[in-house]
């Protein structure tokens, strides 16, 4: 009886078998429940920052498609290839070039897939690449961000022209960016050249010293001084010299000086700064010049070429913190013995993009003019 009882058993749990079979082979099987907060999406809150007019702007959500434009590009864009990741959201731009070179191109290997807009591009052009946020210079807000915000698309003016303008608007680009440790990182990195050498300089006898950019596109050749706010006059109050064109030009642009006003100054030292020519070659016309030799800066080598690489670096881009070590240097050279502009190089190429001493070698080095070692 026992072994009947175990057949009738036996029986049962084989038909039950086979009547769960088909079930399990059309139901899925469900994937064990994970943590809500490797499941979530994070959630995005929304952008606010204020911009370099001062205004609140909010942003919704973190911007994916990105434009450049307006004058000064390169600077903006330069500043903003600093932080990882962030080129990935720039959609298109305007020419990143000084002359014929371009930075951007040469590290960014998705350069040639960004729209590239012309110098004067209108906002219905820009807006045709569905941005959703666009970012110039503050100079460009009543003749084009105006129009662009007219049509719904935010805007964020940035100024990037004085050392504390930079440490705000890296500060802004950080927020845009989500990436506020890098900007604060940046920020550090000027700040703490910048202060280094004014305790360098500090108590030192300031020279005479004349800041010049050197232009020849209209065939006949002119001499400029800077605005006394604009970098280039900063570079040289920082450096520790001591402008002498103050009174020839309170602000607004690049004002044309004469030669007989050149030698009224008979500056300690001349820096010539060439953005469209090198400005070795335009030191050495000047020291051929009789007029140039009367010169006290000339007669005692204090002639010097402002020097750049793909850009130069006297102007409100990026490289203007190797500008300005250079020149506290070629100002003070008893309080940087051991001043070494190719370290000086190599670390902030480093710092800002991550490019190696190998990269900057073979990449930048080539194009180095102006009186480098």
Same mark, same amino acid.
């Given at each position: 009886?026992?072994?009947?009882?175990?057949?009738?058993?036996?029986?049962?749990?084989?038909?039950?078998?086979?009547?769960?079979?088909?079930?399990?082979?059309?139901?899925?099987?469900?994937?064990?429940?994970?943590?809500?907060?490797? =499941?979530?999406? @994070? $959630?995005?809150? /929304?952008?606010? %920052?204020?911009?370099?007019?001062?205004?609140?702007?909010? +942003?919704?959500? #973190?911007?994916?498609?990105?434009?450049?434009?307006?004058?000064?590009?390169?600077?903006?864009?330069?500043?903003?290839?600093?932080?990882?990741?962030?080129?990935?959201?720039?959609?298109?731009?305007?020419?990143?070039?000084?002359?014929?070179?371009?930075?951007?191109?040469?590290?960014?290997?998705?350069?040639?897939?960004?729209?590239?807009?012309?110098?004067?591009?209108?906002? =219905?052009?820009? @807006? $045709?690449?569905? /941005?959703?946020? %666009?970012?110039?210079?503050?100079?460009?807000?009543?003749? +084009?961000?105006? #129009?662009?915000?007219?049509?719904?698309?935010?805007?964020?003016?940035?100024?990037?022209?004085?050392?504390?303008?930079?440490?705000?608007?890296?500060?802004?680009?950080?927020?845009?960016?989500?990436?506020?440790?890098?900007?604060?990182?940046?920020?550090?990195?000027?700040?703490?050249?910048?202060?280094?050498?004014?305790?360098?300089?500090?108590?030192?006898?300031?020279?005479?010293?004349?800041?010049?950019?050197?232009?020849?596109?209209?065939?006949?050749?002119?001499?400029?001084?800077?605005?006394?706010?604009?970098?280039?006059?900063?570079?040289?109050?920082?450096?520790?010299?001591?402008?002498?064109?103050?009174?020839?030009?309170?602000?607004?642009?690049?004002?044309?000086?004469?030669?007989?006003?050149?030698?009224?100054?008979?500056?300690?030292?001349?820096?010539?700064?060439?953005?469209?020519?090198?400005?070795?070659?335009?030191?050495?016309?000047?020291?051929?010049?009789?007029?140039?030799?009367?010169?006290?800066?000339?007669?005692?080598?204090?002639?010097?070429?402002?020097?750049?690489?793909?850009?130069?670096?006297?102007?409100?881009?990026?490289?203007?913190?190797?500008?300005?070590?250079?020149?506290?240097?070629?100002?003070?050279?008893?309080?940087?013995?051991?001043?070494?502009?190719?370290?000086?190089?190599?670390?902030?190429?480093?710092?800002?993009?991550?490019?190696?001493?190998?990269?900057?070698?073979?990449?930048?080095?080539?194009?180095?003019?102006?009186?480098?070692?």
């Amino acid at each position: 009886m026992y072994s009947s009882h175990r057949s009738v058993v036996s029986r049962v749990l084989i038909l039950l078998m086979a009547l769960l079979l088909p079930l399990s082979a059309c139901t899925p099987i469900q994937p064990s429940a994970s943590p809500p907060s490797s =499941e979530a999406p @994070a $959630a995005t809150e /929304p952008i606010v %920052v204020t911009d370099a007019l001062g205004r609140t702007v909010t +942003l919704p959500q #973190p911007p994916e498609r990105v434009v450049l434009t307006g004058r000064g590009l390169f600077m903006i864009a330069n500043a903003i290839y600093a932080f990882p990741g962030a080129s990935e959201r720039i959609v298109g731009m305007g020419q990143t070039n000084q002359g014929s070179a371009n930075f951007i191109k040469l590290i960014d290997p998705a350069y040639d897939q960004k729209a590239t807009l012309e110098r004067d591009a209108g906002a =219905e052009q820009i @807006a $045709a690449l569905q /941005p959703d946020l %666009v970012i110039m210079k503050s100079t460009m807000a009543e003749s +084009l961000g105006g #129009p662009i915000e007219a049509l719904g698309i935010p805007v964020i003016y940035v100024d990037l022209e004085t050392p504390e303008q930079y440490w705000q608007d890296l500060t802004v680009l950080g927020k845009v960016f989500q990436n506020e440790a890098r900007a604060a990182e940046l920020v550090n990195f000027y700040r703490s050249k910048v202060e280094a050498i004014q305790s360098a300089v500090e108590g030192a006898e300031r020279p005479l010293t004349l800041m010049l950019y050197y232009n020849d596109r209209d065939g006949a050749v002119a001499f400029n001084v800077p605005p006394l706010n604009w970098i280039q006059t900063t570079m040289v109050e920082i450096a520790g010299g001591e402008p002498v064109w103050t009174d020839a030009n309170p602000g607004g642009g690049w004002t044309q000086v004469t030669l007989e006003q050149i030698a009224a100054w008979d500056a300690d030292h001349i820096f010539i700064i060439s953005y469209f020519r090198n400005p070795t070659e335009v030191v050495e016309e000047l020291k051929a010049d009789a007029n140039w030799q009367a010169l006290q800066a000339t007669k005692e080598g204090t002639l010097h070429a402002f020097p750049g690489d793909l850009y130069v670096w006297a102007q409100p881009d990026v490289r203007w913190i190797l500008g300005l070590t250079w020149l506290a240097g070629k100002l003070h050279p008893d309080r940087f013995p051991d001043l070494d502009m190719q370290a000086e190089i190599n670390e902030f190429y480093e710092t800002l993009y991550g490019l190696d001493a190998v990269f900057v070698e073979q990449q930048i080095a080539p194009t180095f003019q102006g009186d480098l070692p």
